[in-house]
């Protein structure tokens, strides 16, 4: 058979649709079949599966779908499944598009096949003479060519199960995948339509004439109408053994299930049938009848790509050689396009038998595409296993300290035997991947064999003297405009910070622009620009036979002071906040718009108090916006604090790819409580006023003012200079002996 998957869009997609109980006319149904499986206890699973046109209208599936039970004398059975009838229910998650677009090289219309698979379990009882289960629906095609007036022509969807299969609880066979959904014209049809039978019976296949049922005066029919059901008629020159008017007639191979015949090079659609027969020792168990549609098209190119290879895993680099295989019965491939992944290394070619080499092992994925001279494709991808004698190595060489050991392979295949030599400072010389701890330079030799082929290659090992707890500072700009500051070990490799093991203290400075913070045992970490930091390390070990305890622990700590100093650009700049607790100086200076309901100040010497983070605009962050995370283990705007914890207090506020750090330092030189322009026995209230009006009301009744500066200092004694006030922040002395009060006034 004939497989053409170059020039068209074949696509199998999930979709789905709502299932419908409307009666109006379905004039597509292009196929089904009716099979069943035996469960015990005389239940049998129904599976109904059925097939329509989406191009040409698009019916609803039914839903329900309405199988007629039936004896062997068409009798309906009414004590079983709903009065006489299965009703077998819609699901759209089990529906399935096949698609052909004429995109290229073929002439003649789009096709697009729904198919939809019903399941249900119905009850049947042992019954002389067996059962007929029938499904019906209006109507086809109108466009089928081989049978007349098929819009006026209905389906019937009919299974047999005989009594000896009820008597032995038989399942039906399981029919082949429907064939494709076209052929072209002017070349064989091959089919494979085997069946499967899992109790092993004899199947028998043979051509039949397909049913018609339903009409278009009631195209869903409830109830099914009763056996024996009325064939379609054919047209001449059309017949039950000539479907499609070829030569060869199309026919089936009684016992392969093999269909063949010839499609006539013309754009036509024709409707066939076959059955297939259950035997067990020569007793009839059931009989299937499937339809379905033959459209044929005119191809003019359809190109089909191919390849084989050969990979000689004892070179190095592996060698892959790719032999074009791809063909177009129509035409001629012109053009090559090739793409070889391996990891996230990519190599392309478009020559047409092209060869690759990789240093590394692994699935490669190799992608084919090919182009006709009618600019027709088809795309092939494949994944070879690239392979090698070879171990491959993370370098050309290793560096390590005296005393200090590396492994030196970084993958190889268990199937290939490896011999190293010397085996000095080797853990084993006959193993894949030994470990070595060599106590001067050397230089390896492995010995890689396998049922092929056997090659020789070399590693060296220099070893220095090495201050093991040294480390270097690694900036790299980032994209956001934020820099990365990594610390590396004498080795080039990211420190792995491991508490009591290997730890990193962080600590950068503040500047006018960001506040200081310290981290713990990140690495890295980002930075913005202008920041100067100093990086603590701190490598712990203990000798033999002491408690693993930091009394007993030698610590080698090594300091590095540094700074960000690279010029590096990016929306990372422009992330900022002010961390602050209601009415403390950051408040003041910032004049934040603090919410009435976390007012909670640090500045009071309360028990409980809140630090809440501010946009550069005064008003509280939108933790939608952010990842906020807080020392704490808090995620919000704010959090709730006691006691003197106030300056351990940090927050990473996240946006994308860019980080702001910062850190809590309490500070209240301006806040209320602490002014005291030393007059006994002064009400002290904690009372702050913006705006003259409220002031004015404050004020009206009292005869006597004094106006202080933050530095406690009096500046007048008169109220009618208040609008002459500089801005900035004010306290007023109101009242005399003990109803004096004090009022912070904000300007």
């Not at 809590?664 to 005291?676: A, L, Q, T």
């Amino acid at each position: 058979m004939l497989k053409f998957l170059g020039n068209y869009l074949l696509a199998f997609l999930w979709v789905f649709f709502l299932g419908s109980t409307s009666h109006l006319r379905a004039t597509h149904i292009i196929g089904g079949d009716l099979t069943y499986r035996c469960l015990g206890n005389n239940l049998y699973e129904i599976t109904l599966i059925l097939r329509r046109d989406c191009i040409n209208g698009q019916p609803p599936f039914d839903n329900p779908a309405s199988v007629g039970i039936f004896d062997s004398s068409g009798v309906l059975q009414t004590n079983l499944g709903k009065s006489g009838r299965l009703a077998m229910t819609f699901h759209p998650d089990d529906t399935l598009n096949e698609i052909l677009k004429k995109n290229c090289g073929i002439i003649g219309g789009d096709v697009c096949v729904h198919t939809t698979t019903y399941r249900e379990t119905l009850y049947l009882p042992y019954k002389d003479g067996g059962y007929i289960l029938a499904y019906q629906r209006c109507c086809r095609n109108k466009t089928i060519q081989n049978i007349g007036s098929p819009l006026d022509v209905g389906t019937t969807y009919a299974l047999m199960i005989s009594d000896e299969a009820l008597n032995v609880c038989n399942s039906s066979p399981s029919l082949s995948p429907y064939p494709p959904i076209y052929v072209c014209g002017g070349h064989p049809i091959q089919f494979n339509l085997q069946a499967h039978d899992a109790e092993g019976d004899s199947l028998v296949y043979a051509m039949c004439d397909p049913y018609s049922g339903a009409s278009q005066a009631s195209p869903q029919p409830a109830i099914p109408s009763p056996p024996p059901y009325l064939p379609v008629t054919f047209l001449a020159p059309y017949s039950t053994k000539d479907m499609i008017g070829g030569i060869p007639p199309l026919q089936i191979d009684s016992h392969t299930g093999l269909m063949t015949g010839f499609a006539v090079n013309i754009v036509a659609q024709y409707l066939v049938a076959y059955c297939v027969q259950e035997y067990r020792n020569g007793k009839l168990l059931s009989t299937i009848r499937r339809d379905f549609q033959i459209n044929v098209r005119i191809c003019n190119s359809v190109p089909e790509a191919d390849f084989d290879y050969t990979l000689d895993p004892c070179a190095f680099p592996v060698t892959l050689k790719i032999k074009d295989k791809s063909t177009d019965a129509f035409s001629v491939i012109d053009s090559w396009n090739w793409e070889n992944v391996l990891h996230s290394l990519k190599q392309n070619s478009i020559e047409q038998n092209p060869v690759f080499q990789f240093t590394d092992t692994g699935i490669a994925k190799i992608r084919l595409v090919v182009h006709s001279r009618e600019s027709c494709s088809d795309t092939l991808t494949r994944d070879i296993r690239i392979r090698s004698v070879r171990p491959v190595f993370d370098s050309v060489s290793f560096t390590i300290c005296l005393g200090d050991s590396i492994q030196l392979v970084k993958t190889y295949d268990a199937m290939v035997k490896y011999k190293w030599f010397p085996s000095s400072g080797l853990s084993c010389v006959n193993c894949p991947n030994p470990k070595a701890s060599p106590d001067s330079t050397i230089r390896y030799v492995v010995t890689s064999s396998d049922s092929a082929c056997m090659r020789v290659d070399t590693i060296p090992v220099f070893v220095h003297v090495c201050d093991t707890c040294a480390f270097n500072i690694r900036k790299t700009c980032l994209k956001n405009g934020m820099i990365e500051i990594a610390a590396l070990n004498i080795y080039g490799k990211l420190i792995q910070p491991v508490p009591r093991i290997h730890e990193l203290f962080w600590s950068v400075k503040k500047n006018s622009n960001y506040p200081e913070i310290s981290l713990i045992n990140k690495n890295p970490v980002l930075l913005n620009a202008d920041r100067e930091f100093s990086l603590s390390s701190k490598i712990y070990s203990w000798k033999p036979g002491l408690p693993r305890s930091i009394e007993f622990a030698d610590i080698c700590k090594r300091d590095v002071t540094d700074s960000t100093n690279l010029s590096c650009s990016g929306p990372c700049a422009e992330l900022n906040f002010i961390l602050s607790s209601c009415e403390d100086d950051y408040d003041l200076a910032n004049n934040l718009n603090f919410p009435s309901a976390i007012c909670q100040s640090i500045c009071s010497n309360a028990c409980n108090y809140i630090i809440a983070l501010f946009e550069t605009d005064g008003s509280l962050i939108n933790p939608a916006n952010y990842r906020i995370k807080w020392s704490t283990g808090g995620s919000g705007a704010y959090v709730m604090m006691m006691g003197p914890y106030y300056n351990t207090l940090t927050v990473e506020v996240q946006k994308g790819d860019c980080i702001w750090y910062g850190r809590y330092w309490k500070s209240c030189k301006n806040y209320i409580g602490h002014f005291n322009p030393e007059i006994p026995g002064l009400n002290m209230m904690n009372t702050t006023i913006s705006g003259f009006s409220n002031l004015q009301a404050m004020i009206q009744n009292s005869e006597t003012i004094l106006i202080y500066n933050l530095n406690g200092q009096l500046i007048s004694n008169n109220k009618n200079q208040i609008e002459e006030l500089e801005p900035g922040v004010y306290f007023f002395k109101t009242g005399t002996g003990t109803n004096q009060r004090l009022l912070k006034f904000i300007r």
